[in-house]
């Protein structure tokens, strides 16, 4: 995902460790996960103590 080469069409942000932690985001500063927060925050996302709540917000894949 850090290479991904269409970030507005694969959201690849809106990806987090499987613990709900934010995890890094074109790299894993400071300043990028902010940025990660933003962009979560701005979707509608809640983020608290930098982790999403994965009971509200997991999406699971169908598996086949």
Do not use: T
């Amino acid at each position: 995902m850090k290479r991904n080469p269409y970030p507005q069409a694969v959201q690849c942000y809106k990806v987090v460790k499987s613990d709900g932690s934010i995890g890094g985001y074109l790299g894993s500063d400071i300043p990028n996960i902010k940025k990660k927060i933003q962009l979560l925050k701005k979707d509608g996302i809640e983020v608290e103590d930098n982790k999403v709540d994965l009971n509200k917000y997991l999406h699971e894949f169908n598996k086949v």
